[in-house]
């Protein structure tokens, strides 16, 4: 029914940028707040920022000031800009939302598949 799809993971040099990107799909009435979290290996996943439907946003302490979370409401994406990475930001990163169903009018959570961004010299 609601499909979220991520691009734009990659290798990237320490001081390097990326930008991720998360394009949702499918029966949508509304989408509530979106985020990015990321799991590292052998570490748990956490929440690295979320913007709301009214475009305000919240940051992991790690990444406040290196990344920014931004939404396209009448395209259904949400982007992370990501600058000044470090090693440390190695992780699957994953988009997540909080859609409401065309129809149904269910509020269901959904996640992306995960995109790699590596960051290594």
């Known amino acids: 029914q609601v499909q979220l799809v991520e691009s734009g993971g990659g290798l990237v040099q320490p001081g390097g940028s990326l930008r991720l990107s998360c394009a949702a799909s499918?029966?949508?009435?509304?989408?509530?707040?979106m985020g990015w979290y990321r799991q590292g290996s052998g570490k748990q996943r956490e929440l690295v920022a979320h913007?709301?439907?009214?475009?305000?946003?919240n940051y992991a302490g790690s990444v406040k000031g290196r990344f920014t979370i931004s939404r396209d409401n009448a395209n259904n994406t949400v982007n992370l800009q990501m600058n000044t990475l470090k090693p440390e930001d190695t992780a699957v990163y994953y988009c997540?939302?909080?859609?409401?169903?065309?129809?149904?009018?269910?509020?269901?959570?959904?996640w992306g598949q995960g995109t790699q961004v590596t960051v290594s010299s």
């Open positions: 913007i709301g439907s009214g475009g305000s946003t």
């Open positions: 499918g029966t949508i009435s509304s989408i509530l707040g």
């Open positions: 997540n939302a909080f859609i409401r169903l065309l129809g149904t009018g269910s509020l269901n959570q959904y």
